[in-house]
């Protein structure tokens, strides 16, 4: 188990992953709606599984039981239409695998593909979880300098892509399911300071 970053600072809510990114993006977004949260750099065990639910909430009941404070995870995948929602649930390995430049040569035509993200969040009473997808497309080449898909993910309504548009922290998958799961747990604390 690795330290919490920003420590000595304690946070109410904790993000637990592996991935700084997902992390960086969850942390400013979760800001904009008045939250703070903290980081717990933990490799999650993912299962093999079809359904990304499954799989958040797994890793939300391993995370929760090492830290055993009120904690969210995601998990996030690439769904292209051609491929058959390829890569899916597999979208880490995929990636560390074949790569962008991988994906980009298994398409041809069609490159409609969309960004899901379940965020998942636990305490000792309480398991939610909040689903969000944003559509789009497969661009023809790498455009841009982001992390994972990014510089291939074309939203729908935009010209280029993740890596390089300046609002993927207001549109993206991520954003979408952070803004649900922010109603919901800020209305939960109203309910609790009460
Ligand atoms: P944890 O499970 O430890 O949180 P992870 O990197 O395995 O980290 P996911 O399973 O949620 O996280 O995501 C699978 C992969 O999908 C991720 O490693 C990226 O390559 C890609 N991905 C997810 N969200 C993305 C985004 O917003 N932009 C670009 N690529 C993304």
Redesign the pocket.
């Known amino acids: 188990m690795k330290a919490v970053e920003d420590m000595p600072q304690l946070y109410d809510l904790y993000f ?4 700084k ?2 992390y960086d ?1 969850t942390k400013q977004i979760l800001k904009s709606f008045g939250i703070s949260v903290g980081f717990y750099k ?3 065990e ?1 299962i093999q599984s079809s359904s ?1 639910k499954l ?2 909430a797994k ?1 939300a009941f391993q995370a929760f039981s090492k830290l055993k404070k009120p904690i969210i ?6 769904f292209i239409d051609s491929l058959g929602g390829f ?1 899916g ?1 597999y ?6 695998t074949i790569g962008n430049n991988g994906i980009l040569n298994l398409l041809n035509k069609n490159r409609k593909a969309k ?1 899901i ?2 965020i998942h969040y636990c305490d000792q009473n309480c398991s939610k979880h909040f689903v969000a997808e944003i559509t789009g497309k497969i661009s023809q080449i790498q455009q841009g300098k ?5 510089p291939i ?1 074309i939203p729908k309504n935009f010209k280029q892509t ?2 390089e548009i300046l609002d ?1 922290n207001i549109v ?3 954003y979408i399911a952070l803004k649900k799961f922010t109603s919901w747990y800020l209305h939960k604390k109203k309910q609790n300071d009460r």
């Open positions: 637990v992953s592996s991935n990114h997902k993006e933990y490799e999650l993912e990304l799989i958040a890793k995870v995601e998990d996030a995948g690439l890569p649930p979208s880490s390995y995929v990636f560390k960004f993200s379940i982001g992390w994972g898909y990014d993910f993740f890596a993927k993206s998958h991520r």
